[in-house]
């Protein structure tokens, strides 16, 4: 057997289609929605992702303003920068690229975001709404996670249900795992869910149990084909840079043992899975902070 493919590229681009609409719609009112990205320092994978923000946003009509800091910036000066993505008005959602260079206290920074302009819904505002189940369809919707409302999408769109399921996360980070927990117990779509972490005694048992599996850790092919139940879904979000090609490109593993897609019956490839909806559902962010500032 072979696993489908949850194609995160092909999934990608039905919602920026969906997105592009959206903001024709926002253009005949006046309003263009703009996405702010604050990079600071020169690591060569946050910036390749920064790129693909960008050109996600170019594609679907969206602005893009791009702030970039040097390694050595201070406390003050990335607060600062802050402040003015805050302030601008052709910004209307921002992202400030993690992780922040050692000695710079990122929570901090995090809660220094206006909580409507929070693209990456990780303002603790948004996050505590995320924890008190706010309705989504209510003016007080809250910008959610973009990882893990990209793996939603990626399953619904894929005819994979959710509701009553058993979901074995792995990994409890700020921006994967932990929302992802809230996400999937929350009402509409009833998953029970297991949030395991590098202190789990016996993480094959409490993988072997799930319907679906989503591995966030960063351990190259850490989940074992004989860990999963036959037929799961399972979908990779890590990636690890395991080496240097011939080219010169990075060599990029996943926390998915390839040999998972003999047991699996649905798996996300890495890359073209979870990357791809986490930029969709960054450009989604935007678009919905434009049309509640333009309402
Ligand atoms: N404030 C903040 N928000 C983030 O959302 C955030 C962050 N910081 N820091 C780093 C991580 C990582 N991340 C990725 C997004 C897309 C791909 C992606 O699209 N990957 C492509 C491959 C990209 C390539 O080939 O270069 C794929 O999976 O197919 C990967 C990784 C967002 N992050």
Redesign the pocket.
């Known amino acids: 057997m072979t696993a489908q493919k949850l194609d995160?590229?092909a999934t990608a681009a039905a919602i920026k289609e969906e997105l592009r609409q959206r903001v024709v719609a926002l253009e005949a009112r006046g309003s263009v929605p703009g996405l702010g990205t604050l990079l600071v320092g020169d690591d060569p994978?946050?910036r390749?992702?920064v790129t693909?923000?960008h050109r996600d946003c170019a594609e679907v009509g969206v602005a893009s303003i791009s702030k970039e800091l040097p390694a050595t910036a201070t406390q003050a000066e990335i607060e600062a920068a802050v402040h003015e993505l805050n302030e601008d008005p052709a910004v209307t959602g921002f992202?400030?690229?993690?992780?922040l260079p050692k000695g710079i206290d990122e929570n901090r920074i995090i809660e220094l975001i206006d909580p409507a302009k929070d693209a990456?819904g990780?303002h603790p505002m948004n996050l505590g709404r995320l924890v008190l189940g706010v309705d989504p369809a209510t003016a007080v919707a809250a910008p959610l996670p973009?990882?893990p409302a990209g793996i939603i999408q990626l399953l619904e769109r894929h005819g994979i249900d959710i509701a009553g399921k058993h979901v074995t996360v792995i990994g409890r980070g700020i921006?994967v795992g932990r929302p992802l927990g809230l996400l999937l117990t929350r009402k509409g779509t009833d998953a029970t869910v297991t949030l395991t972490h590098s202190r789990t005694k016996d993480l094959a048992a409490e993988v072997r149990r799930a319907d679906i599996v989503v591995a966030a850790v960063g351990q190259p092919h850490i989940v074992q084909a004989d860990w999963i139940k036959p037929g799961a879904a399972v979908l990779d979000v890590g990636?690890t840079r395991v080496g240097t090609t011939e080219s010169g490109r990075a060599k990029?593993a996943g926390d998915i043992d390839p040999a998972v897609s003999e047991v699996a019956g649905w798996l996300s490839?890495?890359?073209?899975?979870?990357?791809?909806m986490?930029?969709a559902l960054?450009v989604a962010n935007v678009v919905e902070t434009a049309e509640r500032l333009a309402s």
């Open positions: 995160g590229v994978g946050s390749s992702y693909g923000k992202i400030v690229q993690l992780p990456d990780l973009c990882t921006t990636v990029l490839p890495n890359p073209g899975g979870v990357g791809p986490t930029r960054l």
